[in-house]
């Protein structure tokens, strides 16, 4: 199994739970390449991370965070994948609030169902999303909901460290072994 990172508005730093993952298990997770981390254009993001999935030969699951959330949300719609079996959406974005210019190019947000399981963990304190537009977009999407609390923007400046907690949620999205029953034909 692997894991795709698809941050948000300027990466994810060294302190941010994405990176921490990273450093931890570097056999498991790489992270998509942006051109442009301040400055994000959809159409852009969505050839990085087309990118980096059309290097996959195993089965993965994308972690988004932020504009990544919307970013996978805007990639799923218009590409698909063998590989990509499911995503953890980490405080998605109100696209719609938000004053950044250059989250307009991701406007509007699809809001259709994912053709792959997933989870959204939102906090009740987030400055960049509601958590009822989380529950919304989580309802939209066919997500899994989770509520983590108040934890801010579920970031660096949050201080979870390598949150456990987040490698809980992305263990209930690994597929279950299916038996083998093929010495019965």
Known sequence: MKYLNVPGLNNSGEDHWQT???SRFPE???RVNQLNWATPKKDDWLIG???SIGK???PTILVGHSLGCISIIHWAKEQFSQWIIGALLVAPVDIERSKQDCFQTFSPVPLTK????SIVVASMNDQYASIEKAAKYAAYWGSRFICVGE???INAQSNLEDWREGLSFLQMLVPEPQPDYSFLV
């Open 20 to 22: 921490k993952w990273e």
């Open 56 to 58: 996959l030969s195993s």
């Open 151 to 153: 934890k801010g923007h």
């Open 49 to 51: 991370i087309n990118n």
């Open 114 to 117: 994912l053709p792959f399981p």
């Open 28 to 30: 498991k997770f790489e």
